[in-house]
């Protein structure tokens, strides 16, 4: 009696779970009903949105490919020894990049370790101890306006206040305070996007178990947030790369002499880098050649950047583990 009273009540989970054990046999309708409501409705529309995503895919995958094989199969040939480790010697009329070579690593080098940890500290900062949200806002939208900024005006404003008023001159560490203005609001942003990703539990079991703030940031966030640092480095080092009008005006126009004396002379001396090169050869002198050769250096120098960088994540991650 008790279990039928049990049974019928609609409050009873017995009821409920024995209705939910029910299987239904095959052809009635209410598996029908509920099987074609599972059923995904292929519709032309979404069939042709499909098409399209894949096919611009496909487009922009292919575009990259025939872009590097271009560059490679029209610069390879110019990789002679005498083109790539000696200087240009105006009197002989031979033309060499070595210089220009060893000014791009110098500026690659001296603008990500002046960018890196700035712009990592202001993304911690902002995600996790600022709290004033109005100042985050007005921050994160400089940020954004800075990195829309033209390059041109970086360099006008570079030489007037790294190399004229701070009086560094026109030299290599013009030329890397400048990039640095130019990276940082990308690692920033980037960083902060990182931050923001990592799920919240996180922090809040690393302050169940008595972790400070700044040791979770050490050992649980920057490491959960390391390929958005290490994306931020590699599009840092795509633009440091390929910036020539900028560095015209701050860091010199010509790599002729090869630098000599220790390195932190080399910083304070003037000196073209691999980009500003390909310009002059290929523009101002129409040496299309001469600039393909250099062009497929350019290319070698960030793809083993961009290697090493994640080689180097890969270890730190298999370290913290």
């Given at each position: 009696m008790s279990a039928d009273?049990?049974?019928?009540?609609?409050?009873?989970?017995?009821?409920?779970?024995?209705?939910?054990a029910v299987v239904f046999p095959k052809g009635h309708p209410r598996l029908q009903s509920s099987t074609s409501l599972m059923k995904k409705k292929r519709r032309p529309v979404d069939m042709l949105l499909y098409g399209l995503i894949y096919f611009f895919s496909i487009a922009i995958l292919a575009m990259v490919v025939y872009f590097i094989v271009y560059i490679l199969w029209q610069g390879l040939p110019m990789l002679t020894w005498d083109f790539l480790f000696t200087a240009p010697n105006p009197l002989e009329d031979t033309i060499g990049i070595l210089p220009a070579i060893i000014n791009t690593v110098y500026i690659i080098l001296l603008s990500v370790l002046i960018s890196v940890p700035l712009g990592v500290g202001g993304a911690i900062y902002?995600?996790?101890?600022?709290?004033?949200?109005?100042?985050?806002?007005?921050?994160?939208?400089?940020?954004?306006?800075?990195?829309?900024i033209p390059s041109i005006i970086f360099g006008v404003f570079g030489y007037i206040f790294f190399c004229t008023t701070l009086n560094l001159k026109v030299s290599l560490v013009s030329g890397?305070?400048?990039?640095?203005?130019?990276?940082?609001?990308t690692i920033i942003r980037n960083m902060q996007e990182a931050l923001k990703a990592v799920p919240k539990s996180y922090r809040e079991g690393a302050t169940g178990l008595g972790a400070t703030k700044w040791h979770t940031i050490r050992t649980?966030?920057?490491?959960?947030?390391?390929?958005?640092?290490?994306?931020?480095?590699?599009?840092?080092?795509g633009r440091i790369v390929g910036e020539s009008a900028a560095?015209?005006?701050?860091?010199?126009?010509?790599?002729?002499?090869?630098?000599?004396?220790?390195?932190?002379?080399q910083f304070m001396g003037s000196g073209a880098t691999l980009?500003?090169?390909?310009?002059?050869?290929?523009?101002?002198?129409?040496?299309?050649?001469?600039?393909?050769?250099?062009?497929?250096v350019l290319l070698i120098i960030v793809?083993?950047?961009?290697?090493?960088?994640?080689?180097i994540s890969r270890r730190l991650e298999k370290k913290k583990q």
């Open positions: 009273i049990r049974t019928s009540s609609p409050d009873n989970k017995t009821e409920t779970n024995a209705a939910a902002l995600n996790e101890y600022a709290k004033n949200k109005i100042l985050i806002r007005i921050i994160e939208f400089t940020t954004e306006t800075l990195a829309g890397a305070l400048t990039l640095t203005l130019m990276v940082l609001p649980i966030l920057l490491p959960s947030a390391m390929p958005g640092l290490i994306t931020a480095i590699i599009l840092a080092i560095l015209i005006l701050v860091s010199g126009g010509s790599a002729i002499y090869m630098p000599r004396g220790n390195i932190f002379e980009s500003v090169e390909l310009y002059r050869y290929a523009y101002s002198r129409g040496l299309n050649d001469v600039g393909f050769g250099i062009a497929a793809l083993i950047l961009n290697f090493t960088t994640r080689f």
